[in-house]
């Protein structure tokens, strides 16, 4: 029984998640209520509730009496600038959070070439060819593709961080993502992180 409980309450996570998503539910939507998501679900409420209260400290749900519960915007950019006051006046501290965007970025990146995102990339590659996109737009496609929606969240707020300090951080290069994109295609890691280091070492000479 208590073996069982927690595959449970992990299924019913991904299925609220998957619900949101389907949706179309974003920051701001007011979600379906534990009675309604108990009904969709096929799930007891105490569970609903469990995983409900879960999402709530992650910071990814709000519930507000008398009215329900509402998808928070996580990128809440008067915290950031508040906290950025304190936190990026010590330069170990810039220096620390700009290295943690490229491993999180570089955790993104092991992680797509282990799943199978072909359409997906594809549909990204051709879109590169008909607009130009900055490096935060390219790397946000590239999370959510990654599926994994806990380091989508922490690079969310660390970029956050990064364009505070850095504002010409959006700089890129569409070749570069392009390659990217072909190296994830072809499963190729040298040739996905060659050309993300490749990626790194022109942003770098960019802001000097």
Not at 16 to 43: M, N, W
Not at 61 to 71: A, L, P, Q, W
Not at 85 to 114: G, H, R
Not at 124 to 140: G, I, P, S, V
């Amino acid at each position: 029984m208590s073996a069982s409980k927690p595959k449970v309450y992990i299924e019913i996570l991904r299925e609220i998640r998957s619900i949101i998503k389907e949706d179309g539910l974003a920051a701001g939507d007011k979600i379906p209520s534990e009675r309604e998501l108990a009904e969709r679900l096929q799930a007891g409420r105490s569970s609903v509730r469990e995983a409900l209260r879960a999402l709530e400290l992650l910071g990814i749900i709000e519930t507000r009496r008398g009215e329900g519960t509402f998808i928070k915007d996580f990128r809440d950019n008067d915290l950031v600038e508040i906290l950025g006051t304190f936190i990026l006046q010590d330069k170990n501290a810039i220096s620390d959070l700009t290295e943690m965007n490229k491993l999180l970025e570089y955790n993104a990146l092991q992680v797509l070439l282990a799943k199978d995102r072909e359409a997906e990339l594809k549909e990204l590659r051709d879109r590169l060819k008909q607009e130009t996109m900055a490096h935060a737009a390219f790397m946000t496609e590239l999370m959510k593709l990654s599926d994994n929606f806990l380091l989508y969240r922490i690079w969310t707020v660390v970029s956050e961080y990064v364009k505070l300090i850095q504002p010409k951080h959006e700089s890129g290069s569409q070749a570069v993502y392009e390659e990217i994109i072909d190296g994830l295609l072809s499963k190729d890691e040298n040739r996905v992180f060659q050309s993300f280091y490749t990626l790194a070492h022109k942003e770098s000479a960019d802001k000097a």
